[in-house]
Nanobody
Framework: QVQLVESGGGLVQAGGSLRLSCAASGRTFSSYPMAWFRQAPGKDREFVAHISRSGITYYADSVKDRFTISRDNAKAMLYLQMNSLKPQDTAVYYC????????????????WGQGTQVTVSS
């Protein structure tokens, strides 16, 4: 299995940028498809972005062209570069790993970090 720890959250003004990181340990990071999810107050957790073992990426429509997911297998790190942030991006952001192929379904992911808070002020 794999252990995940997120970092990089914080408070930023609308239009600003943040870069989230997720450090992985345990089983070989490169063998896992990875994803970012987020959960806003009072809302369900939702899919944000996914990256395959080979680097193919998928995004939620709400973040496409603003967010970029990437991975560094040598460092066992997952990243989420967030640009042009909006107040509606405010949420706790989680990285997640799964065995298998691309999925946007929360229950398909077995491994989760503890989350990092992102707050975007207007």
């Amino acid at each position: 299995q794999v252990q995940l720890v997120e970092s990089g959250g914080g408070l930023v003004q609308a239009g600003g940028s943040l870069r989230l990181s997720c450090a992985a340990s345990g089983r070989t990071f490169s063998s896992y498809p990875m994803a970012w999810f987020r959960q806003a107050p009072g809302k369900d957790r939702e899919f944000v972005a996914h990256i395959s073992r080979s680097g193919i990426t998928y995004y939620a429509d709400s973040v496409k062209d603003r967010f970029t997911i990437s991975r560094d297998n040598a460092k066992a790190m997952l990243y989420l570069q967030m640009n042009s942030l909006k107040p509606q991006d405010t949420a706790v952001y989680y990285c997640a790993a799964r065995d298998g192929i691309y999925s946007r379904t929360i229950s398909d992911y077995a491994y989760w970090g503890q989350g990092t808070q992102v707050t975007v002020s207007s």
